[in-house]
Structure formats: C-alpha cells, structure tokens
Nanobody
Framework: HVQLVESGGGSVQAGGSLRLSCAAS????????SGWFRQAPGQQREGVAT???????SYTDSVKDRFTISRDNVKNTLYLQIDNLQPDDTAIYYC??????????????????WGQGTQVTVS
C-alpha cells in the first residue's frame, strides 16, 4: 500500500519562500519517477516539477527559475523548494509518484500515486 503525505504548506507574503515535503511509504522515491502538481482555484491540476530515478529534474517553464525539486533517499522524502512566491502560486500542491513511461516534461507525467495535497496561499 503506497502512501504519500505532504507537509509544509501555509500562508506567506509575496516574495517569501516555502519548502514542501512529501514522505512516502510503500514506494521508494529513488526508484520511481516523482513529482509535484498544483491546482489553483477554478483551474485544472498542472504538473510543475518531476524528478527521475536517476536524479534528473524537469520543470514546467513558468516555474523553473523559482522551484527546485529534490529528494532525500535515506528519509525517502521528496521536496519542493519554492522561492520568490507570487500570488499566482496560490494552489493546492500535490506530491505524486509512479512508474509509467514518461517522467518529463511535467505536462506528460501521469503518476500512479497521489498525496492528499497541501495548501499554499500567497498574499
């Protein structure tokens, strides 16, 4: 049974930073494709960053200068560092993982497993 649990969301002012975390059980991030999605109010969920099992990251163009995806294989935890937060970053952020063919770009990533989401609000 795979479980992904996000944490680290919150309310921040524009220009601030957050680091989201996702702890996994039943799956090893180091042996899967993992990533982060977000869903803003009234919009479709979009992939923003993925991380291949070999450590290669991929970002959607709109975030690549401010978002950094990483993982700690010992802790089996995935991270998303978000810098210079803007009001448009307000969304629920979801951790995801899986083993399907495409791990990049994020727009083509179709994970097998999802976390419950963590809210990020930027004012």
């Amino acid at each position: 049974h795979v479980q992904l649990v996000e944490s680290g969301g919150g309310s921040v002012q524009a220009g601030g930073s957050l680091r989201l975390s996702c702890a996994a059980s039943g799956l090893l991030f180091g042996r899967s494709c993992s990533g982060w999605f977000r869903q803003a109010p009234g919009q479709q969920r979009e992939g923003v960053a993925t991380l291949r099992s070999d450590g290669a990251p991929s970002y959607t163009d709109s975030v690549k200068d401010r978002f950094t995806i990483s993982r700690d294989n010992v802790k089996n935890t995935l991270y998303l560092q978000i810098d210079n937060l803007q009001p448009d970053d307000t969304a629920i952020y979801y951790c995801a993982a899986g083993f399907r063919l495409y791990c990049s770009p994020p727009s083509m990533y179709d994970p097998n497993y999802w976390g419950q989401g963590t809210q990020v609000t930027v004012s």
